[in-house]
């Protein structure tokens, strides 16, 4: 995370009209502590953008072999998949319950979504959530207990993009170790926006909530 070029503005809030507005063009929302040591909403633009192309996610034979632990589901349990990403910590750790009221605002107008991977226990074992806005797929948080169960969510959600017509912009916001190993590659800000605005016209791929 580089804030000095990242992090285009501060202020606004989190209403969803105001949430949505943002992602089309290009922003999403995190709080960033200020210099008087209070969280303020800040609204980024990562430059370089970590993406993930449909065709070029990396599945391992492990990995392949973990799909068949786990069952996958969507948009059954979006609250406690994104509570579940806030109390991971790490990169979820700035996820608040203002956040959480926002996309579950979101998710109830079929805008967030989530994905959650239950283990042969029927237990909740990981999965992610993000938004969708026309041909993009923003994804936010991602946690998990069973070891594979985050990258078993990332995986299951590219197959269901990759069926779905029309042209598809996965951001992952930043390129991270992590989701360089699954496939994640970076593009500029101006590249970025441009594929941004050719995706948006695109037909959602989830059903409206």
């Known amino acids: 995370m580089h804030p000095g070029v990242d992090l285009v503005c501060i202020g606004a809030d989190l209403d969803p009209v105001t949430v949505l507005h943002a992602y089309t063009m290009g922003l999403f929302p995190m709080r960033v502590d200020s210099e008087q040591g209070e969280q303020e909403l800040g609204w980024w633009s990562p430059d370089p953008r970590g993406i993930l192309r449909l065709d070029e996610v990396i599945v391992s034979r492990s990995l392949r072999r973990s799909m068949q632990k786990f069952t996958v589901t969507f948009d059954q349990d979006f609250v406690r998949v994104m509570r579940a990403c806030w109390r991971a910590g790490g990169d979820g750790n700035w996820i608040t319950d203002e956040f959480?009221?926002?996309?579950s605002d979101l998710h109830e107008r079929g805008f967030a979504h989530s994905v959650e991977v239950w283990n042969f226990e029927g237990e909740l074992?990981?999965?992610?959530?993000?938004?969708?806005?026309?041909?993009?797929?923003?994804?936010?948080?991602?946690f998990h207990i069973d070891r594979d169960a985050s990258k078993v969510a990332l995986v299951t959600l590219v197959e269901k993009l990759a069926h779905c017509v029309g042209p598809r912009l996965f951001d992952v916001q930043w390129r991270t170790d992590h989701l360089e190993s699954m496939g994640v590659t970076q593009i500029g800000r101006r590249d970025y926006l441009k594929e941004l605005t050719r995706v948006l016209t695109a037909k959602p791929c989830f059903s409206p909530g």
């Open 100 to 103: 959480v009221q926002t996309y």
């Open 125 to 142: 074992a990981g999965g992610l959530y993000g938004i969708e806005l026309g041909g993009l797929f923003a994804g936010e948080s991602m």
